[in-house]
């Protein structure tokens, strides 16, 4: 099966709630001068192409915060059941007329756009893949990105059980047997380092690396942890 071209870039939809279990309020936490869902916004702005960014969140009472956040700094925020993150998903789909879409996380503060251009370089060839750094993944936690069809994922919801709907593709991981997945490989695997926020300890590990890098809004994932570049291939 061929799909027609299509130029566009997938929106990128950061899924973000505050009830995160171990660190609630997490992404409007202050990370070394600025909260971490600014400062991913700011990351992803440093992509060589124009982004279609949307902030996913909860219509629960809780997400309020978000909302205001996005309306604060002219970010696009949609909406969705607390529970059901692929739901939220194909709503915003639907709303921007998506045919695909690429998803990220706000716990991913330092998350590189230059991981986000391969992907989307390996979804243009690939288009009905589920394309994606984390099956297997050789990318450190904080970098991880997915890009899918969103007909795959209409197709499909029916099934999935209530983890599945709020991990969003975990179901595509555990059948992968059924469909094309495109895996962006970083060599050697990174796959043991982290740059995600999760826990008490991650924000001030992440604070200490921000202020001991000069200039590190703008760096690498891979100077960020002293790492040489390494190389990637699908």
Partial sequence: MSASPDHRLPPVFIQARMSSRRLPGKVLMD???QPVLGRLLGRLALSRSPLEIAVLTSDHPNDDPIARF????GARCHRGPL???????LGAAHA????????LSADSPLFDARVLDRLMDLHQRQPLALTTNVH????PKGQSAEIFPVEL???????????????????FYNNAGSWKIANLRHEPSAAQLSL???TPEDRQRLEELLRSRQGAEKLSWQALLDLPAGSEAA
């Avoid at 529970?83 to 998903?89: K, P």
């Avoid at 921007?96 to 998803?103: E, S």
């Avoid at 209409?154 to 179901?171: G, I, K, L, M, Q």
Wanted: charged share 25%; glycine share 2%.
């Fill in 196 to 198: 995600a926020l999760d």
């Fill in 83 to 89: 529970d059901d993150v692929a739901l939220r998903f």
């Fill in 31 to 33: 990370l070394a001068g």
């Fill in 153 to 171: 994922l209409a197709a499909h919801h029916p099934n999935f059980s209530p983890e599945d709907r709020e991990h969003v593709t975990r179901y």
């Fill in 96 to 103: 921007l007329k998506a045919r695909a879409c690429v998803r």
């Fill in 136 to 139: 297997p993944r050789s990318f």
């Fill in 70 to 73: 996005c309306a604060q700094h």
